[in-house]
């Protein structure tokens, strides 16, 4: 029964709070939906170009040891060690960002369900502007741990890719490095890549917890801290549970996208 109720997200009500657990648990997705996508840029634009470089650049030591120190710092590097330096400097000492909070999101969703975005652009926009500014050290924080693992795996992708019987036949025709790397490695890199995407996300959702907690932002990680600390089991379950449906969501899509980027894959 409890099995069946949770497919239909109706985890029953909050011991603490008394409200059904799917209305809390609608409130705070979106604000861990939003952090998990403005780390993946992050890691993203950060990892992907150094892993890449530091693949090509093996076998220069000067470029190829400081990107992967740069790797093994952010591995090292705990999400809540680096989200307090942030808080320290950013907004305690320099006054640039928020201390605490993730920003008024409910009203950004209430204005595009109610199509008021035309109606008060002003107002949207300045609604907007608040929420990226609560954003902006959270994602900063646990995006630079992440940008870590991503240039780690996008290195090994890269290296597997490199080493493959086509890339030395394109050098051996003649074709310059550039269009080797470009028109080659990073088409045949985007398999790997998308297995990258699928354990990021796993670790993107774990470290919300941590990084939500650190600063004070509202989110399913912070509200399944709560709930454990309140013993509201009805809350913390649905909250795992959330987490769990999403990665194995993500990883089935992942699997589907692999018969997309790869025609050599087919469905059976």
Excluded at 16 to 22: A, H
Excluded at 64 to 78: E, Q, V
Excluded at 84 to 113: E, K, Q
Excluded at 143 to 164: D, H, K, N, P, Y
């Amino acid at each position: 029964d409890y099995l069946w109720r949770s497919v239909r997200l109706d985890f029953g009500n909050s011991l603490r709070q008394g409200y059904p657990v799917s209305e809390y648990i609608g409130r705070m997705f979106p604000h861990t939906f939003i952090l998990v996508m403005a780390s993946a840029v992050v890691a993203v634009l950060v990892g992907v170009p150094i892993g890449i470089v530091s693949a090509l650049k093996r076998r220069n030591p000067l470029i190829d040891y400081p990107l992967r120190i740069f790797a093994l710092l952010g591995l090292s590097m705990p999400v809540f060690w680096l989200g307090i330096l942030l808080l320290i400097v950013f907004s305690l000492r320099l006054d640039l960002f928020p201390l605490i909070g993730g920003g008024d999101l409910d009203a950004v969703l209430t204005m595009v369900r109610s199509g008021e975005v035309f109606s008060y652009p002003g107002d949207f926009f300045a609604a907007v502007g608040d929420v990226l500014h609560h954003l902006a050290l959270p994602a900063l924080a646990l995006g630079f741990t992440l940008a870590a693992t991503v240039s780690r795996l996008s290195r090994s992708a890269m290296l597997e890719v490199i080493s493959q019987d086509f890339i030395r036949t394109a050098r051996a025709k003649g074709q310059a490095e550039r269009a080797v790397v470009y028109k080659h490695a990073l088409r045949n890199m985007l398999v790997p890549l998308l297995t990258i995407i699928g354990i990021f996300v796993a670790i993107a959702l774990t470290g919300t917890v941590l990084t939500e907690t650190v600063f004070t932002r509202p989110g399913l990680g912070k509200m399944l801290v709560d709930a454990i600390s309140a013993r509201d089991y009805p809350l913390a379950q649905g909250a795992i549970t959330v987490f769990t449906m999403t990665i194995i969501l993500v990883n089935l899509i992942v699997d589907m996208l692999y018969a997309v980027v790869d025609p050599r894959i087919t469905f059976r």
